[in-house]
C-alpha cells in the first residue's frame, strides 16, 4: 500500500504535467509579456499553468504558495505544519525566446523543509520526482503517469557518477550570470584542469545534476524560494544539496522574506 507522502508526490505529478501541457498551447503564439513589480516577465501561459495546477493541488486541503497566486504575509505562514510551493512557469524568458528550457516546480514543505519534489519539463514531457530517499525519471510523463501510479519502483532514476576528478562541470543560468558567478568559475579553473561550462535554463539545472550530468550549480544572484525547493528534494535523494554560499548551512525554507540567498548547489 502506498503511503501518504507518496500520494502526495503522485497528486503534485499530475498538477504539474496538467500545467505544464498548458503551456504548450502558448508555445507558437506570439506572447503578451507584461512585468510583474519585480520587473520579471510573466505571460498568459504562466497564469494558465497555476490555475490548472491549483485545481489539482486543491484537493489535499493544504496551502499553495504559488509565483503568480495569492501572496501570503510571513505572519500567516510561520504556523503553517505544510504547504506547496509553486513556481507554475520557471523560465519564462527562455519560454519567451522559444528554446524549451522552461519547467513547472511544485514542493510540499513540511516544518520548513522541502520534502516532495516534482519537476515537469513540458516541451519533453519528462518528469522527475522524488520524495525522501527515492527518485523518479517518467519519460512521455503525459501518458506514463497512471502506469507510475502502480508501480513507482520501475521509474526510479539511478544518477551517473563523474570519475573524472579533473574535470568539474559547471552549471550556469542561460539567462542570468553575475560577475560574482564569472568569478567564482575563474577560481574553479586554478583548482582543476578542466571546467566545463554547462548552460542551462530553469529547473532544468537541478535535473542535470541529480541525473549525475554536472558537478555543481553556483547561484550569486536573485531567486525565489519556488525556484529552488523542488530541485532541492531531488538533490538530497541522491546525496547532494543547497548550501548558502555565506553560512555555508543548508538552504532553508519559508522564511521572513521568500527570497533567496546566494547558494551553491553540488
Aim: charged fraction near 30%; hydrophobic fraction near 40%; charge should be negative.
Amino acid at each position: 500500500m502506498m503511503n501518504k507522502r507518496k500520494e502526495l508526490m503522485l497528486l503534485a505529478c499530475r498538477a504539474a504535467i496538467g500545467g505544464g501541457l498548458s503551456t504548450l498551447v502558448f508555445e507558437k503564439k506570439d506572447h503578451s509579456v507584461t512585468l510583474k513589480s519585480d520587473m520579471s516577465p510573466v505571460t498568459a501561459a504562466d497564469y494558465e499553468s497555476h490555475a490548472r495546477i491549483m485545481e489539482v493541488l486543491s484537493g489535499s486541503g493544504l496551502p499553495i504558495v504559488s509565483e503568480e497566486g495569492q501572496g501570503f504575509s510571513y505572519e500567516e505562514r510561520k504556523d503553517w505544519d505544510s504547504f506547496w510551493l509553486v513556481d507554475p512557469l520557471d523560465g519564462t524568458k527562455e519560454f519567451i525566446k522559444g528554446n524549451g528550457e522552461y519547467s513547472v516546480n511544485i514542493a510540499l514543505i513540511e516544518s520548513d523543509i522541502p520534502i516532495i519534489g516534482v519537476i515537469y519539463i513540458p516541451v519533453k514531457d519528462l518528469l522527475f520526482a522524488a520524495v525522501g530517499t527515492e527518485i523518479y525519471k517518467l519519460e512521455t510523463a503525459s501518458k506514463s503517469i497512471e502506469d507510475m501510479s502502480l508501480a513507482l519502483d520501475e521509474f526510479r532514476l539511478t544518477p551517473d557518477v563523474n570519475k573524472d576528478y579533473s574535470r568539474i562541470r559547471v552549471l550556469t543560468s542561460r539567462s542570468h550570470i553575475s560577475e560574482a558567478t564569472k568569478e567564482y568559475i575563474r577560481l574553479l579553473e586554478e583548482k582543476y584542469e578542466r571546467v566545463e561550462i554547462i548552460p542551462a535554463g530553469s529547473a532544468l539545472k537541478f535535473t542535470l545534476l541529480a541525473e549525475g550530468k554536472a558537478d555543481i550549480y553556483p547561484r550569486f544572484g536573485p531567486t525565489m524560494e519556488w525556484d529552488i525547493a523542488a530541485g532541492h528534494v531531488l538533490l538530497k535523494a541522491v546525496g547532494k544539496n543547497i548550501y548558502d554560499y555565506r553560512s555555508g548551512r543548508e538552504h532553508q525554507y519559508n522564511k521572513t522574506s521568500l527570497k533567496n540567498d546566494w547558494f551553491l548547489a553540488q
